[in-house]
């Protein structure tokens, strides 16, 4: 595993299909490590758009959830405590710009594959499909759920990255997540 520059921090990002609760459970994990989430970018950009994204837009997302992450770690560094490990929670982060692009536009511009390639989370919790669909104006794929998780899932595997399935409703979700990252935390 490959380890972050800024000692002692661990970057966790939250992931998987629309309609997951991973913007919810970013900011409940925050709550209970007492540290900063990354709110996903792409939502605060799509509501402001007035048409349709387009890959332009998703450059953009791209290099503002970059941005977003970026501005947290050096926020959490200055300020850091005496804990050993520190987690920065990120919500959705690029693993999302990359699966968009691919499924919507046919590929991945060659940037965001290098950053993706390149850009490490010391562990993903990967939201399971097992709450119901939230209906939102920026959600597209009801019908598509298991198709995006094992898209997901595949990336992580093919990443060999440390990944753990969250799954559960209310305050059982919120304790996978937890129980993952104290496991983590721990080896």
């Known amino acids: 595993m490959e380890k972050n520059d800024q000692s002692g921090i661990l970057k966790i990002a939250v992931i998987g299909p629309e309609s997951t609760g991973k913007s919810m459970l970013s900011e409940q994990l925050a709550g209970h490590y007492h540290t900063l989430w990354v709110p996903e970018f792409a939502r605060s950009y799509c509501t402001a758009l007035d048409r349709e994204c387009t890959l332009e837009d998703e450059i953009n997302m791209f290099h503002g959830q970059l941005a977003s992450e ?16 520190v987690p920065l929670i990120c919500d959705t982060t690029i693993v999302t710009v990359k699966v968009w692009c691919e499924y919507v536009f046919g590929f991945c511009p060659p940037e965001v594959e290098k950053e993706y390639r390149e850009r490490s989370y010391d562990l993903y919790l990967l939201m399971d499909i097992d709450l119901p669909w939230q209906e939102d104006p920026l959600r597209n794929f009801p019908d598509k759920q298991s198709f995006f998780l094992e898209w997901y899932t595949r990336l992580m595997q093919e990443k ?13 979700r919120l304790r996978s997540a937890i129980t993952a990252i ?3 935390m721990r080896s």
């Open 160 to 172: 060999n990255a440390v990944y753990a399935v969250v799954s559960g409703q209310g305050e059982a």
């Open 182 to 184: 104290d496991d983590f």
């Open 70 to 85: 970026e501005r947290a770690l050096a926020q959490l560094a200055a300020r850091r405590d005496a804990r050993p490990r």
